[in-house]
């Protein structure tokens, strides 16, 4: 079962916007389940990586110099430098369901305090140092990672590509035989990718009544 | 399979002039650059075809901006590279004015309105990935699956040169259906910027159901919006006003851009 419909995608929200209202972790919908593909789950929350802010430099300067932002994680990609010049950034995640693919998709945007998105490079540089993963698992993310037009904003947001989802979701079941339900299926898929990404998923979401 | 192969190639040929200016505020030499003129492919994406304009530029902006990601305005809306040419035009551009006028800027990249494009690599992967999607909805990702590497670069080098046959002769293998079934879903995006906030409308809609051939028509119903209510509209795809009647599966195969997607435009006569 590597793909879900419309209405399975459904049921997982639901489970979630449950779960969520219980333990206050800020899961929500925004647009409307009744239209077919017509809402997502959403979730904005201050990401768990500290990020250089360009707090010296003008906001115009910000977008273009980068080699200054991202320079204190050259010296030690592990450590978190606790220098007052770090500011937390916020993010904020989307699971959108994707018509094409059948599967969920995540898009993420992360922002400094100034309103400056961050960039991939930044972002994954953040995270890694966060989680003291070795570097060769940010390359491996870093390909899956692309900046699309969000479906329902139009904005450029970071999206986890959907088209092997379905391959994964299969590879995730393993030799599960009993045949997975929508809520199950949405759980398993959230609490593989959404950590890849910083965004925590508590094991409350694992337990089905 | 295609057959009507001359139309493919009408379309294909497809071309805008476009008349590409400096941002006035960008200019630091005493005189500004004259205007750039250039015949471009309605197919292809803007950064596939404007190296010359950028050249062209560059020496007029101060040097600081020299290495700056090149982007372009029409009438203070800047505009998607990521979008066909084509689409760009018949999606913004109300009064059919020729030369197309834009802007070219060196500063300020709006990155909360454009995607970036550092290179060509990207256009590729966006093309890429949203071939993967077409063939999702086509064909469930079967054939770009199975399809070799080699020929994700025939769809690529294809566009990239402007060459139709190189394109086409990796591209039919992604218009293949059975006689009697047709697409699964037909790949399109409907821009009806007057209906929603949303950059594009999709659904799924199927080639044939209950053994009839859906057209367009069916497919603007299917979007539940009373199009008529704001007066007498056109769906424009290539400069085209199509007939509601035309049948999906011949529109999906013969004016579906090299993405394999319909960019479909409500158009309304301006009052």
């Known amino acids: ?209 | 399979m295609a057959e009507d192969r001359e139309i493919l190639r009408e379309i294909w040929e497809g071309r805008l002039p476009v008349c590409f200016t400096l941002a006035t505020e960008e200019v630091s030499t005493p005189i500004a650059p004259d205007p750039f003129y250039l015949m471009v492919p309605r197919l292809t994406y803007f950064p596939l075809v404007t190296d010359k304009v950028r050249r062209h530029f560059v020496r007029c902006v101060v040097p600081e901006k020299h290495d700056n990601e090149m982007w372009l305005e029409f009438e203070k809306c800047p505009l998607k590279w990521h979008y066909p040419i084509g689409l760009l035009y018949d999606l913004l551009v109300t009064n059919s004015e020729l030369p197309w006028q834009l802007t070219v800027h060196f500063d300020k990249y709006p990155d909360n309105k454009l995607l970036k494009c550092p290179s060509k690599d990207v256009v590729e992967s966006h093309l890429m990935h949203s071939l993967k999607e077409a063939d999702a909805l086509k064909h469930k990702n079967h054939i770009m699956a199975l399809m070799q590497e080699r020929d994700h670069k025939q769809l690529w080098l294809g566009l990239l040169h402007d060459r139709f046959d190189q394109f086409w002769s990796a591209n039919r293998k992604l218009m293949e259906h059975s006689a009697e079934d047709g697409f699964r879903y037909i790949p399109f995006r409907l821009y009806a910027p007057q209906f929603t906030s949303k950059p594009f409308m999709q659904y799924l809609v199927k080639s044939i159901e209950n053994e009839k051939r859906l057209t367009l028509e069916d497919l603007l119903q299917r979007a539940n919006l009373n199009f008529e209510s704001k007066g007498p509209f056109q769906v424009v795809i290539h400069g085209i006003d199509l007939p509601l009647e035309t049948p999906l599966q011949w529109i999906s195969e013969h004016l579906s851009y090299p993405d394999n997607f319909l960019h479909l435009c409500i158009r309304y006569s301006s009052p």
């Open chain 1, 1 to 209: 079962m590597g793909n879900i419909t419309w209405e399975e995608f459904v049921v997982g929200v639901r489970h979630v916007l449950a779960v969520s209202d219980s333990i206050g972790d800020g899961w929500h919908v925004r647009g409307s389940l009744e239209e077919h593909g017509g809402g997502y789950l959403a979730k904005r929350m201050d990401y768990p990586v500290a990020i250089g802010e360009p707090s010296e430099r003008t906001a115009e300067d910000a977008t273009i110099d980068h080699d200054s932002v991202t320079e204190p994680y050259e010296n030690d990609p592990c450590s978190i430098d606790p220098d007052s010049s770090f500011r937390p950034v916020y993010g904020e995640f989307h699971v959108l369901y994707s018509l094409a693919h059948a599967v969920p998709t995540l898009y993420l945007r992360a922002w400094r305090r100034d309103g400056s998105c961050l960039e991939a490079q930044e972002l994954w540089r953040g995270l890694t140092a966060a989680e003291r993963r070795p570097s060769s698992d940010e390359s491996e993310r870093l390909r899956s990672l692309t900046q699309q037009e969000h479906p329902f904003l139009g904005e450029p947001w970071y999206h986890l590509h959907p088209c092997r989802t379905a391959d994964l979701m299969d590879q995730i079941a393993g030799n599960d035989v009993d045949r997975v339900d929508a809520k199950r299926y949405f759980i398993r898929w959230m609490s593989t990718v959404a950590p890849l990404v910083g965004c925590p998923v508590s094991h409350h979401y694992a337990s089905f009544r």
